[in-house]
């Protein structure tokens, strides 16, 4: 399959995970039970979230079409497939049901599935690796903000 076809496959799945995802919050970084959390000094406005995985699932898209073309393997469909439902579910665990140790597991697990995506193929992928940069800091930042809350509340 050609690249442009991957990075459209993949950007189908990324943004349908990242609807599915909202669906699943139920509205819930507005909700008065979100916002009376103590949350971390470093917590940016709503509006970076949007513009940050609107980037991350664009560049997570040309990552993973980069990384089909190489290693078209079930590993890379099985990692990647993980990687969605953890991204997925966590909406749903810690805005709808405020399940917020649980969110920080599965933060971790999907933070540690793309850091595996990182450096398992780094090597293959070369300065393409680049555009799993966004997501792996991303997620980062948002398990210190779990993290956080779950310490503080």
Request: glycine share 4%; proline share 4%; aromatic share 18%.
């Amino acid at each position: 399959m050609k690249l442009v076809k991957l990075v459209i496959v993949f950007l189908a799945i990324n943004f349908a995970a990242l609807a599915i995802g909202s669906l699943l919050m139920n509205n819930g970084p507005q909700t008065a039970w979100y916002e009376n959390l103590n949350q971390a000094p470093w917590t940016p406005p709503g509006w970076v979230f949007g513009v940050a995985w609107t980037t991350i699932m664009v560049c997570f898209s040309i990552y993973m079409a980069y990384l089909y073309k190489v290693f078209p393997t079930n590993k890379v469909i099985t990692l990647f497939s993980i990687q969605f439902i953890c991204n997925v579910i966590w909406n749903y665990i810690f805005f709808n049901q405020h399940l917020i140790g649980l969110g920080l597991f599965v933060i971790i697990l999907l933070t540690l599935i793309i850091a595996t995506f990182l450096f398992l193929y780094t090597k293959h992928l070369k300065f393409k690796s680049i555009f799993i940069l966004p997501y792996f800091i991303w997620l980062c930042i948002a398990t210190s903000l779990n993290a956080y809350i779950l310490i503080n509340n």
